[in-house]
T-cell receptor
Framework: SQELEQSPQSLIVQEGKNLTINCTSS?????LYWYKQKYGEGLIFLMM?????EEKSHEKITAKLDEKKQQRSLHITASQPSHAGIYLC????????????FGKGTRLHILP | EPEVTQTPSHQVTQMGQEVILRCVPI?????FYWYRQILGQKVEFLVS????????KSEIFDDQFSVERPDGSNFTLKIRSTKLEDSAMYFC?????????????FGPGTRLLVL
């Protein structure tokens, strides 16, 4: 089965600093998802990438997928307290209704 | 903006009791899912549902679990005889099903505690 390795597991960043979260798979990824989860709450969809080399941005968050579709990253620019939470990377298979396999998550703390 | 809703937000039950978790997917969505997250662990897939039948289920989804779409709006997960290890946050998700790769939108979850 596919496993997703997320790093780091935990990240403490000073407000205003940039940060990067990585997600790696040993297998080629199909649909690639980033979700954010506040502690004990639901998953909020951030972005989805499909194509090798693809990059998407929304506000101060940028997601990238490498050409081989095995590594993806999430980059936050000028972090704010509202960015705090758990970031989950997920991947699904080639079919439309495929389940999403999630990584363990990266817990992000923003220091004021 | 349309969203997936779930009820109840919290449920406490005695071991061996039946529980039904309810979800209202986004109205024009055709694919429905249940996931769960045991405290401190990964979000895990349980089951997917399309066209009134199960598309795929995980090893976790044994005979104690069942899903149903009793009407045009609700999607339920039933656990017949709860065990202590069923304590988790249960998430419902839905996606459009119109073609191509589609985003799954998650509900806020139901926190189930089995005593």
């Amino acid at each position: 089965s596919q496993e997703l390795e997320q790093s780091p597991q935990s990240l403490i960043v000073q407000e205003g600093k940039n940060l990067t979260i990585n997600c790696t798979s040993s297998k080629t990824l199909y649909g690639l998802y980033w979700y954010k989860q506040k502690y004990g709450e639901g998953l909020i969809f951030l972005m989805m990438l499909q194509k090798g080399g693809e990059e998407k941005s929304h506000e101060k968050i940028t997601a990238k997928l490498d050409e081989k579709k095995q590594q993806r990253s999430l980059h936050i620019t000028a972090s704010q307290p509202s960015h705090a939470g758990i970031y989950l990377c997920g991947a699904d298979g080639p079919y439309r209704d495929d389940k999403i396999i999630f990584g363990k998550g990266t817990r992000l703390h923003i220091l004021p | 903006e349309p969203e997936v809703t779930q009820t109840p937000s919290h449920q406490v039950t005695q071991m061996g009791q039946e529980v039904i978790l309810r979800c209202v997917p986004i109205s024009n969505h055709l694919y429905f899912y249940w996931y769960r997250q045991i405290l401190g662990q990964k979000v895990e897939f349980l089951v997917s549902f399309y066209n009134n039948e199960i598309s795929e289920k995980s090893e976790i989804f044994d005979d104690q679990f069942s899903v149903e779409r009793p009407d045009g709006s609700n999607f339920t997960l039933k656990i017949r005889s709860t065990k202590l290890e069923d304590s988790a946050m249960y998430f419902c998700a839905s996606s459009e099903g119109t073609g191509g790769r589609e985003t799954q939108y998650f509900g806020p979850g139901t926190r189930l505690l089995v005593l």
